[in-house]
């Protein structure tokens, strides 16, 4: 399920009109539902029930602290891979120990860092690393825990700048080479090998490309377990959402759309891989992360002007790629859906940002109710590569998050002061200085429209 549903004519979270929050906090601004981040959790949490698990969440998806805070309430771990990710995991109150460590490019004073702060696992993704791991922990006089990343050749049928799982793919090391790289790693000092990892890619909607990874690499865990010891086996994350018929799908059942297509649930997904992890008698771990968030999270955006040219209606809003780069960059679906519902025929609209790039849209050709300037709209399923992927391209400041629970709001991110945006630049030494350097501060402030006024 998720928590974004009309009650009467107005969308709502939880309990709060969006268009409270909007004449609270202006826009653009994202929207995420505390209960539907717990309620992902604890489907998955309970489909998973008869294994030895941990839900590691890939907080790449969303790494706000209160997110954050939200899982590791529940007693989740974290996918991370940076130090930075795993700072903020601290930041928040999270558990290092409850920490993996995956990535292609860790340098050594990520390594360093990790290792100080006793995390669960290093993902190794190259033999290189591995001896650089080794080589750091030495120094350190640290045993440095390890899963070898295995790349199993599966083809996940999804978009290509998201699959990661066969040999065209940077990630992990090929299945036929794993026994030999287990064997060598066996041999350098202060490392324990503790487990394998796989991830095969992100937003699959079928259920078989898993079947058929873990039904592949389930017997080389069982081989390696046997002469290395391992406590656990992670297979990665990668369970799709709905993004169509998205607000449908959570009126009726969020795995479902209105249109009855089914997508993977929880339950087939443990259906499906428990008799295959079961036999195994190791710790499984999973890195879900647009599975928790995504459908968690809206981003709203204010109408500035209807342009009409001879061939398209042109919605212009206040939100841009710089917020929300998915449509521009994987040709992504998100769901549009007005703050207060509009009676009468749809109108075909393109909606776009302000950014100067064509590529700067949210829908192209798409049927919308008829609005106009000031009206507010929401993007459905933008809590999962949403703000984390968000820029100041244009110089435009990154927007105002607020954490839903119930009837209770919190900023959980402040708007971004314009300033700020060149907080870290400088005027060359060489160069003059401004006569007038700027004194304040240019604050982005709350709009509050005619068109938000009159609402009230
Ligand atoms: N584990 C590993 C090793 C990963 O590389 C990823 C995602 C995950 C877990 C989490 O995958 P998820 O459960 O969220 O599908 N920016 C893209 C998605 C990039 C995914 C990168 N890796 C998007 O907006 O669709």
Known sequence: MHSFRYVGRELFCEDIALSDLVREHGTPLYVYSQATLADHYSKLDTALAPLDHLICFAMKSNSNLAVIRTFADLGGGFDTVSA????????????????????VGKTEEEIAFALKQGIYSFNVESEAELARISKVAVKLKKIAPVAVRVNPNVDAHTHAKITTGTYDNKFGIQFESIEAVYARAAKLPNIRLRGLQMHIGSQLTDVEPFRKAVEKVGPLVTKLNARHGFDFFSIGGGIGIVYEDALASGDVAWWKTAAGRKILTPDL???????????????????????????????????????????????????????????AFYDSFHEIVPLTKKAGAKVSSDVVGPVCESGDYFAKDRPLPKVGEGDTLALLSAGAYGSVMGSNYNSRSLPTEILVHGKKTSVVRRRQAIADIWANEAIADWQQQPKQPISEKPQAKVKV???TKAKK
């Open 449 to 451: 429209t005619k068109a």
């Open 269 to 327: 997904y443990a259906k499906t891989l428990l008799p295959l992890l079961k036999p195994l008698g190791l710790k499984i771990l999973l890195e879900p992360g647009r599975f928790m968030s995504g459908n968690a999270g809206a981003l709203v955006t204010r109408v500035e002007y209807i342009k009409k040219t001879g061939k398209k209606n042109f919605v212009i809003v206040d939100a841009a790629m710089n917020d929300l780069i998915r449509p």
């Open 84 to 103: 930075g990710e795993i700072q903020r995991v601290i930041a928040a109150g999270g558990d290092p120990g409850k920490c993996v460590f995956a990535g």
